[in-house]
């Protein structure tokens, strides 16, 4: 049974840092690349970021772009994204996801989701 599990959200304040993690089972993670996602109350599901299968290759969101790191850990079947400098509009559950396209989360596809965590940042 495939599982990504978010981990990691909570309350900050604007300026602050948070690293979330997305641990990954049921499913061979090096087959796939995975992405964030986050959706906040009454706004559409935004693609954040994406890392390739090994790692290699990464692409972000001119929204998140100097501010949010995506990183994986093959050996751990796991992946996280670094926020930085957060924000009050950066408030939203976040998702990752798995697909093995690269390019499926520009159109906010994906094989598999997870729950999401919840980012709350505060001004």
């Known amino acids: 049974q495939v599982h990504l599990t978010e981990s990691g959200g909570g309350l900050v304040q604007a300026g602050d840092s948070l690293r979330l993690s997305c641990a990954a089972s049921?499913?061979?993670?090096?087959?796939?690349?995975i992405g964030w996602f986050r959706q906040a109350p009454g706004k559409e599901r935004e693609w954040l970021a994406a890392?390739?299968?090994?790692?290699?290759?990464?692409d972000y969101a001119s929204s998140v772009k100097g501010r949010f790191i995506i990183s994986r850990d093959n050996a751990k079947n796991t992946a996280q994204l670094q926020m930085s400098s957060l924000k009050p509009e950066d408030t939203a559950l976040y998702y990752c996801?798995?697909?093995?396209?690269?390019?499926?989360?520009?159109?906010?596809?994906?094989?598999?989701w997870g729950q999401g965590t919840q980012v709350t940042v505060s001004s």
């Open positions: 996801a798995a697909d093995p396209s690269f390019g499926a989360f520009y159109n906010l596809r994906a094989d598999y």
């Open positions: 049921g499913f061979t993670f090096t087959n796939y690349a």
């Open positions: 890392i390739s299968y090994r790692g290699g290759n990464t």
